[in-house]
């Protein structure tokens, strides 16, 4: 369950059991993670568990098809398997959470940029071809190109199409001016959470934003290695 009643309802439960006891979660924090959040604010303990830990388990099952109860019980077996003491512990971070929340959203509105861009070419190729082949295949990068994109829309004779054009530009260079600012935002959040991230060659804000927001608490692995096998990146052999 991802909503707050859900989290209730688990608590609910919860409560007529054992005092001592642990929560393990399927991996899947977009769409768990709000009932991640509220179990371990509740004060339990939580350990997450890869998907790929439980095809054994959901293979055993006796049990045909796929349900939450057969769901749960594959997840259960899986942390029972590998050991409670030696999955990751869930945790709140508030600031890494924010920071993931707001890059997630400026990521989403660089994609409407880049969509809003692709449609204003269709229609300058059009209505007015020789300013669209003046535009790099970049795009719309830099407020120079896009105000003169602007004042050659302004000298065309008026149309519907001309008018959806000039709209599609204005939302464009809102885009822009967002971005700017959720960037700024984050530039803060991240000097203040971890600074050293931004200290390191080649990693600025959004990267910095990205390895936060999606490997928060990264203290909570025992080694260097152990965080590199979860992120995905230590190296195997390879002959």
């Not at 464009?172 to 991230?197: D, F, M, S, V, W």
């Amino acid at each position: 369950p991802a909503s707050d009643a859900g989290t209730l309802d688990a608590l609910r439960f919860a409560g007529e059991l054992d005092v001592e006891r642990v929560w393990a979660i399927e991996d899947c924090r977009h769409v768990s993670g709000r009932l991640e959040r509220g179990l371990v604010a509740s004060g339990d303990r939580v350990i997450r568990v890869a998907p790929g830990l439980t095809e054994t388990s959901r293979r055993s099952v006796r049990e045909p098809g796929k349900s939450d109860p057969i769901d749960a019980t594959a997840i259960a077996r899986a942390a029972l398997r590998e050991g409670i003491d030696t999955l990751p512990v869930a945790f709140l971070d508030e600031q890494a959470h924010e920071i993931r929340v707001l890059n997630d959203y400026r990521d989403q509105l660089v994609n409407e940029r880049v969509r809003l861009a692709s449609r204003l070419r269709w229609h300058l190729v059009q209505i007015a071809p020789e300013l669209e082949a003046q535009v790099r295949p970049q795009g719309l990068i830099g407020p120079q190109i896009r105000a003169k994109v602007a004042r050659g829309l302004t000298r065309l004779p008026r149309s519907p199409q001309v008018r959806v054009a000039r709209a599609i530009l204005k939302r464009i260079n809102e885009i822009y001016r967002e971005e700017g600012e959720l960037h700024t935002e984050l530039t803060t959040l991240i000097k203040a959470h971890c600074p050293q991230l931004l200290a390191e060659h080649g990693c600025g804000t959004v990267t910095a934003a990205i390895i936060i927001g999606h490997t928060a608490g990264a203290k909570r692995f025992a080694t260097d290695a152990c965080f590199a096998r979860h992120a995905g990146t230590a190296p195997i052999p390879a002959s």
